[in-house]
């Protein structure tokens, strides 16, 4: 039981690196990132620079406990649902004829409710992080709106 477990956290792992070095490619490819991140190995067809560079990422904070790169996690888990969340609303609020195969009930009440919610969790999840969380969680949520705002003028496809 143990070793079955052992090799299914092996392959979580695996697969989760993997599937995360997709991200550094598809920016690379929508023009957020430098294009060295698009480019395929010639002989495997995969990102290969992107793999290494996520890589070196993870390698770089693993010396950090589980608990520490877990709670930092949760704070940048968080702020994804709340940006989702008050999409919902900008959405409503900008194109509130657009058809949509779902509809939030309630008028405006549902709508406060849906997005409210939400944030009001995500608050109180990430006031009750432990000490290292509190100083790195906003530090790496900070840094998407800035490297959004610094990158934004390079990409001239629109998304």
Known sequence: MTAAAMVAN???LNSTVLASTRMPFAM???????PVFAKIHKRFGTPAIA????????AALAVH???QLITVYV?????TSMMTVLAAWRLRQTKPDMPRSFVI??????LLYAVGAPLLMGCVALLGSDRYALLWGPVVIALGPVAYFLLRRRVTTPL
């Open 10 to 12: 092996v392959s979580l």
């Open 28 to 34: 690379a490819q929508d023009g957020f990132l430098s």
């Open 51 to 58: 793999i290494l560079t996520s890589g070196s990422i993870y």
């Open 65 to 67: 406990s589980m608990t």
């Open 75 to 79: 704070w940048l888990r968080v702020a």
């Open 105 to 110: 009930p309630g008028g405006r009440k549902g």
